[in-house]
């Protein structure tokens, strides 16, 4: 016997990875260069050559067996101190090391803040569009996810909505900015007005209501602030990641902050700490801690991320896409013409354009472009995307 649940989460691949995998069954029979694969969000820029410089210093300057051994479950010391002293350089901010846990990525460490809120009956909530994995993580946590229902056309938040929807049940607030997918930023307007709101209501049930920042791509930004959260909300969770701003996805190193200020604080993370333990998420791979505490102050070069949001974004709305300015991240969010995105999707993919609906999101009527990708294949899919709209 298995559990259902899960064979139904392993049987059935995302749309995002269905799309991209229909994408490489296609390039041998039409071409790679006929195949305009927007679906799956992995960088297109190289990691910044000292990442590569820092690996080979440290297989060659270390003893092998401190670079492959274990280190400490919440991560290397070092590791811990470089990632406090960057942030607090660049936010004025008083992190501590002892603060942070090393994970695997964003998404164990998710998992873990969200079973460490997991009590009987306990809510999260998340504002549409939304990255589709949260939910998930939430409910194999052992929470209730709601989703609150977007904030058309800017994609901020609908503070009515929200408020209407927290209640005492409500353990944590789930944001993701800048966003998947839609790409925007919430202002400081957005987040202060946030951290009001989650004051008020955690005052009125008598509990703290917890701030999980999700912030993959918190160093894609094109000229707007990113501000950081818990500057804005004292009881804010952030998870982050190194693969989108070092470029390095397939190495799995990020961290989750949890302030000793926080309400619970110090309990908070020694559940983080407890969940990732019964999880198996501890002992993050130590090559790449050991990289961390030497290039956490490294910058992405978004240059060419930049152009090609620039192209995109002014060449489909001179032909009458909507969509809301992506100030961050690298996706677009549009308004399928017609209004479903799910048969906008299937006309492109006839097209070889693989595009994403936005009901996973969800938000139906949209769908997601990732424009990690080559400047040559947006140039080459414009035109696809002018037969699209005007079919429409």
Known sequence: MINEKAYGLGANRSCIRELFEYGRSRAPIVGPENVFDYSIGNPSIPSPPQVNQA??????????????????????????????DDLNARYGVSTKPEEFFLGCGAAPELVSVFRALAVPGG???????????????????????????????????DFSRLEAMITARTQAVLINTPNNPSGVVYTRETLTALGALLEKKAAAYGHPIYLVSDEPYRELAYGVEVPFVPAIY???????????????????????????????????????AGA???????????????????????????????????????????????????????????????????????????????LVPGDG???????????????????????VFRALIEEN
Do not use: W
């Not at 909530?125 to 939430?138: D, G, N, R, S, V």
């Not at 999101?361 to 035109?383: E, T, W």
């Open 234 to 272: 004292r009881d804010t969770i952030v998870c982050y990641s190194y693969s989108k701003s070092l470029s390095l996805p397939g190495e799995r190193i990020g961290y989750v902050y949890v302030p000793s200020g926080a309400a619970d604080g110090k309990a908070l993370y020694a559940a983080v």
């Open 123 to 157: 809510e999260i909530l998340t504002i549409a569009p939304y990255f589709p994995e949260y939910k998930p993580f939430a409910e194999e946590a052992g929470l209730t996810f709601r989703v609150v229902p977007p904030d058309i056309p800017g994609f901020q938040i």
């Open 276 to 354: 990732a333990r019964g999880a198996g998420h501890v002992c993050a791979p130590s090559l790449m801690q050991k990289v961390i505490a030497r290039c956490a102050r490294l910058r992405p070069d978004l240059e060419s991320y930049d152009r090609n949001r620039r192209a995109l974004y002014e060449g489909l709305t001179a032909m009458g896409y909507e969509m809301a300015k992506p100030d961050g991240a690298f996706y677009l969010f549009i308004k399928a013409p017609g209004g479903d995105a799910n048969a906008f999707s299937k006309k492109a993919k006839q097209k070889d354009l693989l």
């Open 55 to 84: 690996i080979r210093d440290i297989l060659t300057d270390m003893d092998s067996l401190l670079v492959h051994g274990y280190t400490s479950a919440a991560g290397d010391l070092e590791a811990r101190t470089a990632i406090s």
């Open 361 to 383: 999101f969800g938000c139906p009527g949209y769908f997601r472009i990732c424009y990690c990708v080559s400047y040559d294949m947006i140039q080459r899919s414009l035109p």
